[in-house]
């Protein structure tokens, strides 16, 4: 099993920054594809990025490329999500997800059905 839970969400003005940790525990399984996804209101959860923690393949969805940035301390057991120049459509609710396998590549990187783990998440809120 494994329990994921996050924190850092909050409120920002656009342009500015926030971090989201993700803090795992559980069996430690040494691979795992983790990621970010996010649901706004009255939308479908999508994926913002993913990595895997045994390596370095990360993967971003267009929409945040070169805002956001996935990270990873394994001697922590936290993935983070460094966010900045926020905008108010990333207003949403994050959540931090998991699942016990290499990371897809592809249209499958962020499909949420892939993910069998998730945490409660945190809101992040961006206003103009």
């Known amino acids: 099993q494994v329990q994921l839970v996050e924190s850092g969400g909050g409120s920002v003005q656009a342009g500015g920054s926030l971090r989201l940790s993700c803090t795992r525990s559980?069996?430690?399984?040494?691979?795992?594809?983790m990621g970010w996804f996010r649901r706004a209101p009255g939308k479908e959860r999508e994926g913002v990025a993913i990595?895997?923690?045994?390596?370095?393949?990360?993967y971003y969805d267009d929409s945040v490329k070169g805002r956001f940035t996935i990270s990873k301390d394994n001697a922590k057991n936290t993935l983070y999500l460094e966010m900045s120049s926020l905008k108010p459509e990333d207003t949403a609710m994050y959540y931090c997800?998991?699942?016990?396998?290499?990371?897809?590549?592809?249209?499958?990187?962020?499909?949420?059905?892939?993910?069998?783990?998730w945490g409660q998440g945190t809101q992040v809120t961006v206003s103009s």
């Open positions: 997800a998991a699942d016990i396998r290499e990371c897809f590549g592809g249209v499958l990187a962020l499909l949420t059905s892939a993910f069998s783990y």
């Open positions: 559980g069996y430690p399984y040494p691979n795992m594809c």
């Open positions: 990595l895997l923690t045994g390596g370095r393949q990360t």
